[in-house]
């Protein structure tokens, strides 16, 4: 069973909003830096965007930037990525990883070295 566990998804209108919600069921996601990550049909994985165990340093593709917010609430023990302007090519299954600290911010946006995963959602951008 998963330990990570993905919602918030669905369909949404080109320009609409969503917020995708990662929450860690059996672990504290407090020490742990997390990855989005999205796969489109026909298309390999790529990184979305990721954020450090203290929730200090983020990056973001290129093809998102400016657009989508990632964003940790320990109390809650839960990542979000707030996705706003949303254009059809952001459909996608959505992932989010996590893995203890200590690897680089650029391995939590691979996805290199991350022990859990979920099962992924769909965000489907349409009219």
């Known amino acids: 069973q998963s330990q990570l566990v993905e919602s918030g998804g669905g369909l949404v209108k080109p320009g609409g909003s969503l917020r995708l919600s990662c929450t860690a069921s059996?672990?504290?996601?407090?020490?742990?830096?997390v990855g989005w990550f999205r796969q489109a049909p026909g298309k390999e994985r790529e990184g979305v965007s990721c954020?450090?165990?203290?929730?200090?340093?983020?990056n973001y593709a290129d093809s998102v930037k400016g657009r989508f917010t990632i964003s940790k609430d320990s109390a809650e023990n839960t990542i979000y990525l707030q996705m706003d302007n949303l254009k059809p090519e952001d459909t996608a299954v959505y992932f989010c990883?996590?893995?203890?600290?200590?690897?680089?911010?650029?391995?939590?946006?691979?996805?290199?070295?991350?022990?859990?995963w979920g099962k992924g959602i769909l965000v489907n951008v349409s009219s």
């Open positions: 990883a996590a893995e203890s600290a200590g690897l680089s911010l650029d391995s939590y946006c691979r996805g290199y070295g991350m022990t859990y």
């Open positions: 954020i450090d165990s203290r929730g200090v340093n983020t």
């Open positions: 059996e672990f504290s996601l407090t020490y742990y830096g």
